[in-house]
């Protein structure tokens, strides 16, 4: 029927969930339209009504894309019973939710969107894109400490050895670093293997997307130009993970 989409894709662009995950609430008896449970492959028309368990889902028309300059103290979720979430920080309009995670204690650049689909394609590890950091630590860095954390450092805690990335020295006590994966608590985890301690983690980069000047606290839409090179950053990314719930 025209105007239809499949029920999977439906759920993705209302920011639910990405495809392969609509297709596993799908399974799991999840989801109806217009009162029915809904099967793989069904389609949604223009007038349905579709619940993702007891919520009403609206696809969004519009792509909500922001770069927020998240400040330390705030926390990178939407569960409400976190007081300190960046969902009511940012108290956006639209129904949005953080691509990936930044450290309660750090700063800096986070993507928030309501595009299922995206947050995987940006954030999984296999996609290998791109995230920068500025790192202050609490003693002068050494060239031993430089080329320690770009060859890989294997974090105990985490039984990993992380990949091979680029760093920098551009202070006596600050260096900048680029990674293409994101474990737990990664930087911090990789300077204390080398008996670093970290003072000030801040993200100024993720892919084409940068902080800037953007003020502390405060957030702005991904410009045209922006969104469109990272559209094409993306085209053959894989979304092959869960993303974080909304509801």
């Not at 989409?5 to 209302?14: D, F, G, M, T």
């Not at 069904?42 to 998240?70: F, I, Q, T």
């Not at 330390?72 to 979430?85: F, H, L, P, Q």
């Not at 760093?167 to 990664?186: A, C, D, H, P, S």
Request: proline share 2%.
């Amino acid at each position: 029927m025209e105007g239809s989409v499949r029920i999977n894709k439906y759920l993705s662009e209302a920011g639910v969930c990405s495809r392969r995950e609509a297709d596993r609430q799908v399974e799991a008896g999840r989801v109806t339209i217009n009162g029915k449970v809904a099967r793989m492959g069904d389609r949604v028309s223009p007038g349905d009504v579709v619940m993702y368990g007891s919520k009403k889902v609206s696809r969004e028309d519009e792509v909500v894309l922001l770069a927020v300059n998240k400040p330390a103290g705030i926390v990178c979720t939407s569960e409400k019973r976190e007081k300190d979430n960046i969902v009511d920080f940012i108290n956006y309009p639209k129904r949005i939710y953080p691509i990936g995670r930044l450290d309660k204690t750090s700063h800096g650049l986070l993507l928030m969107t309501n595009q299922g689909e995206l947050v995987n394609k940006i954030m999984r590890s296999g996609n290998y894109h791109e995230k920068e950091y500025i790192v202050r630590v609490d003693r002068e860095i050494t060239e031993h400490f430089l080329k320690g954390m770009a060859k890989g450092v294997y974090l105990e805690a985490l039984e990993a050895t992380t990949r091979p990335c680029r760093v920098e020295k551009v202070g006596r006590r600050v260096f900048r670093i680029i990674l293409t994966q994101g474990m737990n608590r990664q930087i911090r985890r990789m300077c204390e293997t080398f008996q670093y301690r970290v003072v000030d983690l801040k993200r100024v980069r993720i892919m084409n997307i940068k902080l800037g000047d953007l003020k502390e606290g405060a957030y702005r839409k991904v410009t045209q130009e922006e969104w469109r090179e990272l559209q094409g950053q993306i085209k053959d990314s894989s979304n092959e993970t869960v993303i974080p719930k909304w509801q």
